[in-house]
C-alpha cells in the first residue's frame, strides 16, 4: 500500500509548495530535457519523468510542446527583459543610458550558456517544427518588442525622440543589437559570443539609433 502511495506522489501533481515553485521546477526539468535532447527527440513523457510528475499535470497547463518550449525560452529570455521596463523605472534614465542598459540586457541573455543553446536548437530544428518558432516568436521576441515600442512611444510623447512607427523603430532596434548575435551563435564556434567586443557594439548600435531617433534643431 506505501509503495503503490508512494508512485502516485511521484507520477500525479507536486504536493509541496506554491503553485508557482511547482511550476518553476515543471520549466527547469523541461529545461534540462530539452537542452539534452534537442526539441525532436525531447517529449511530454520524459518532462513527465524528470519533474516527478504526470504528463496530465503538463498538459493543464500547456497545450502542447512548443508552448512548454516556448515558456522556457521566456523564463530564460523575458525574466531580464519584464524585470526592465516594470514600472516604467527605465523612463527615468537619459535615452543614451536606457538603450545602453537594454542592448546589455540582450547581449547578457545571448550569452547565457542555456539560452545560447537553446537558441541554437529552435534554429536548427525550425523547419521540422515550424509552429515551434511561432510560439518562441510570439511570446519572446515581438513581447520584447512590444515592450520597446512603449518605451520609444512615451519618450517621443515626452520630445526626447521623433518617431513616427515606434513600433518599427523597436523592430530596428532590437536587430541593430541582435544580428550579430545571432549569426555568432548560428555560424561560429561554441565560446566565440563571449569573446566578441560588445560593450563597443552596443555602443555603436545605440549611437547609431539615437542619431536617427532623436529630434533635429530646426534654423
Known amino acids: 500500500m506505501e509503495q503503490a502511495q508512494q508512485k502516485i506522489c511521484k507520477a500525479g501533481r507536486p504536493r509541496r509548495g506554491t503553485e508557482v515553485e511547482r511550476l518553476d521546477a515543471l520549466i527547469q526539468a523541461a529545461t534540462r530535457i530539452f537542452l539534452k535532447e534537442g526539441y525532436g527527440l525531447a517529449s511530454i513523457d520524459k518532462i513527465a519523468t524528470e519533474a516527478g510528475i504526470s504528463t496530465r499535470t503538463i ?35 537619459e ?12 547581449v547578457n541573455r ?33 513581447r520584447f518588442e512590444a515592450k520597446l515600442s512603449t518605451y520609444f512611444r512615451r519618450q517621443t510623447e515626452r520630445g526626447l525622440f521623433a518617431l513616427d512607427d515606434p513600433d518599427r523603430a523597436a523592430h530596428l532596434f532590437f536587430h541593430l543589437i541582435a544580428a550579430d548575435l545571432q549569426e555568432c551563435l548560428l555560424f561560429e564556434p561554441a565560446g566565440s559570443i563571449g569573446r566578441m567586443d560588445w560593450p563597443r557594439h552596443i555602443k555603436t548600435a545605440v549611437d547609431l539609433f539615437l542619431f536617427g531617433a532623436t529630434p533635429r534643431p530646426i534654423g
Open 59 to 93: 498538459y493543464e497547463r500547456f497545450k502542447n510542446k512548443a508552448d512548454l518550449m516556448a515558456a522556457v525560452v521566456e523564463r530564460l529570455m523575458g525574466r531580464d527583459m519584464a524585470l526592465m521596463f516594470e514600472n516604467q523605472q527605465i523612463d527615468h534614465l
Open 95 to 106: 535615452p543614451v543610458a536606457a538603450l545602453s542598459l537594454i542592448g546589455e540586457t540582450v
Open 110 to 142: 545571448f550569452c547565457d550558456a542555456d539560452s545560447a543553446a537553446l537558441f541554437r536548437i529552435i534554429a536548427t530544428e525550425a523547419h521540422r517544427f515550424p509552429e515551434l518558432t511561432d510560439k518562441v516568436r510570439c511570446a519572446n521576441r515581438l
